[in-house]
């Protein structure tokens, strides 16, 4: 089974940068489908970018499109967020998830991920 510790996050400004990370761990990493969510208080929880098995394809909400960036590393087994100009309404606990079916779709609703980090809380002021 998949394993997914996340770190990266922190208190910040509006405008700043802070890079995520998900250090997965399983046999069945390098062929999992990757993806972020979100959850503000309050809010359901939002989908952020996915990205594919090989890191060819991604896909990305467009309330950060060309701002953040999914990526992935194989060979240390993690995935990164890239987040770029933050906004307070970045604000919000990130999650990790994985796909271990049906990867070769980019999916955005959170059921069709099977495997879930802890979390880790991104807090952008302004």
């Known amino acids: 089974q998949e394993q997914l510790v996340e770190s990266g996050g922190g208190l910040v400004q509006a405008g700043d940068s802070l890079r995520l990370s998900c250090a997965a761990s399983?046999?069945?990493?390098?062929?999992?489908?990757m993806g972020w969510f979100r959850q503000a208080p309050g809010k359901a929880r939002e989908f952020v970018a996915a990205i594919g098995w090989s890191g060819g394809s991604t896909y990305y909400a467009d309330s950060v499109k060309g701002r953040f960036t999914i990526s992935r590393d194989n060979a240390k087994n993690t995935v990164y967020l890239q987040m770029n100009s933050l906004k307070p309404e970045d604000t919000a606990v990130y999650y990790c998830?994985?796909?271990?079916?049906?990867?070769?779709?980019?999916?955005?609703?959170?059921?069709?991920?099977?495997?879930w980090g802890q979390g880790t809380q991104v807090t952008v002021s302004s």
């Open positions: 998830a994985a796909r271990t079916f049906n990867t070769r779709v980019l999916v955005t609703a959170w059921n069709q991920y099977n495997y």
């Open positions: 399983g046999r069945t990493y390098t062929n999992s489908a």
